[in-house]
């Protein structure tokens, strides 16, 4: 005698088509996994002087910016750049997530309305008169093991938690 369980199976069937339906669409992985740290990497950006990469200030700049911006490190005067490059609620801030990508950045329409000019992206090219160093933001999450390796760690959390979530329907 053979006895088969449908109901186990259609179950499992269930749960296959969960987690399959769950893992065409990565918003909720850009936006719980991927987002927080990027901007962790940011803030440590920032607050390392680009991890120890950017240009030291030019010294009668850094003794200006010492006194009218006393404690504000490079990129940090107004931290405007800064806010807008770690706060999705920052006018300037440009994050958006579909099920397939994600963009994560600072406005420049923003900055050139209120500035006059995109400053984040002049500072992250620097310029060809060399009288203003590339400060690399968004470049430096990215460079070397640290990202791939943090990257893969929340995927596979990510896909834990999907298919745990899949289970408990």
Request: no cysteine; net charge negative; proline share 4%.
């Amino acid at each position: 005698m053979v006895d088969i369980n449908f109901d186990t199976l259609l179950r499992a069937e269930a749960l296959v088509e969960e987690i399959s339906a769950s893992l065409q669409n990565y918003t909720r992985f850009w936006t719980d996994f991927v987002t927080p740290f990027t901007v962790g990497e940011i803030d440590d950006i920032f607050e390392t002087g680009g991890r120890g990469a950017w240009a030291h200030l030019d010294p009668l700049y850094a003794a200006r910016k010492a006194v009218s911006h006393p404690g504000k490190g490079i990129l940090r005067r107004g931290d405007v750049y800064f806010e807008a490059a770690t706060s999705l609620n920052h006018p300037g801030n440009l994050a958006e997530f579909g099920p397939t990508e994600m963009v994560l950045g600072v406005d420049g329409r923003y900055f050139e309305s209120t500035f006059g000019a995109h400053y984040p992206a002049i500072h992250e090219a620097g310029n060809e008169e060399g009288n203003l160093s590339s400060r690399s933001v968004y470049e430096l999450i990215v460079a070397g093991e640290r990202f791939e390796e943090r990257m893969a760690q929340l995927g596979e959390k990510y896909l834990q938690e999907e298919i745990a979530a899949a289970e408990r329907f």
